[in-house]
């Protein structure tokens, strides 16, 4: 452990390489990996082909400026123009979660010349001013304060409560379709799409986060997809380039043509768009959103039927998991990590959230349950 490490607390594991869906320690220990490091290998830790294709692309170029066009950069443009929900066909790439939400409320406010923004409780959408201001915690955000103006927070999943809040006045409504950090808590699509009519109905933007849910996690490629709706602006990252650094703002033509002025010096350079075209290829090309749908179908109703009595609630889409138990989330955590070699993370004190690379198996979803049977029940 480092004397010059003060924002996050180290845990007493130092992880050496990777490989699938497990990780080992320096000791030679073997872990399997239930978190993804947030989410953020979806192929698995040292996909060969993402490997070989960032590997050969910085071999002939880090970066340049994203006003030189690049082959690597319209490719990932294309892409995720293909993937999107419907007419949500503009990119915009920055290199995290938080600025693709920070570019989504600029845009916004851009295009309706508007302010006010709705968010919701218990929503989680970054740690810079204008994403953590739409961010629920307040933990997260006294010491910050004050944060940006116009933010209101409706209740997460009452549709009748959105509706009233909705106005003219409104820039942009910020949500994600099942809440990650905040607990894992699925939205119902009648919900989403109320949200979504409401929006219409006066002008403002509907800005999906799907940085947690995306690309395949939830069991479709967008969990937008399997509510059958198209935001205005999309936001994705996390596990986009499988590991390395990268966010990106999808959007209609309405708010890209009057999006205002807004610039990265790391938009979309060569190598990271390379990783990202990869993984996406893999995601397509490996099944991983159908993998995603079944084995969390599986390893869901495998939890339900060993420890359901033994804890609150098991819920989640896909490979997004949260397992609610009645004592403390980090006291299980824990026990997994040191006794049982098996790596998850928590979503707020109560709840122990798994999201697994989406290349799991039903075996490795045996391992987990049987390790989270033993941790429940001692
Ligand atoms: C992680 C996350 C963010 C923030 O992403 P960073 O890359 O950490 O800035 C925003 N929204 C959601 C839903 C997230 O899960």
Not at 53 to 71: G, I, K, M, N, W
Not at 89 to 95: A, I, S
Not at 262 to 291: K, M, Y
Request: aromatic residues 6%.
């Amino acid at each position: 452990m480092s004397d010059h490490s003060f924002v996050f607390s180290e845990k007493p594991i130092r992880i050496d390489h990777g490989e699938g869906v497990r990780l080992y320690a320096e000791d030679g220990t073997e872990y399997l990996d239930l978190g993804a490091s947030y989410a953020c290998t979806p192929a698995g830790h040292c996909h060969p082909e993402v490997l070989s294709r960032t590997t050969e692309q910085l071999e002939q170029l880090f970066y340049v400026q994203a006003s030189y066009p690049h082959d690597q950069r319209d490719e990932l443009y294309e892409k995720l123009a293909h993937t999107a929900p419907g007419d949500v066909d503009y990119t915009w790439l920055c290199n995290s979660g938080t600025e693709a939400n920070e570019a989504a409320l600029k845009f916004a406010r851009s295009a309706t010349g508007r302010s006010k923004i709705l968010s919701t409780t218990r929503g989680f959408h970054g740690r810079t001013m204008g994403a953590l201001a739409c961010t629920w915690k307040d933990k997260y955000k006294q010491p910050f304060e004050p944060l940006i103006d116009g933010v209101e927070f409706v209740p997460y999943g009452d549709a009748d409560a959105m509706r009233e809040a909705v106005d003219d006045e409104t820039a942009a409504v910020i949500l994600e379709p099942l809440q990650g950090e905040g607990g894992i808590n699925p939205a119902s699509t009648g919900y989403l799409q109320a949200v979504r009519e409401a929006t219409a109905e006066h002008g403002a933007a509907m800005v999906m986060d799907e940085i947690q849910t995306g690309l395949g996690r939830t069991g479709s490629f967008w969990a937008s997809d399997a509510h059958d709706v198209v935001p205005d602006i999309l936001t994705t990252a996390k596990g986009l380039a499988n590991g390395l650094p990268v966010g990106a703002t999808l959007c209609r033509e309405w708010v890209a043509e009057d999006a205002g002025p807004h610039g990265s010096t790391f938009s979309g350079g060569p190598a990271i768009c390379a990783a990202a075209n990869a993984t996406l290829d893999v995601i397509h090309d490996e099944g991983l959103a159908e993998n995603a749908a079944a084995v969390g179908e599986y390893l869901r109703s495998e939890l339900e039927a060993s420890v359901g009595d033994e804890v609150r609630d098991v819920r989640g889409n896909g490979l997004m998991v949260g397992v609610e138990v009645k004592r403390g989330a980090n006291r299980m955590l824990r026990d997994l990590a040191l006794n049982h070699q098996i790596l998850a993370l928590p979503a707020g004190r109560t709840v122990v959230r798994l999201l697994p690379p989406l290349t799991l198996t039903e075996s490795d979803a045996d391992e987990a349950v049987d390790a989270i049977t033993e941790v429940v029940t001692s």
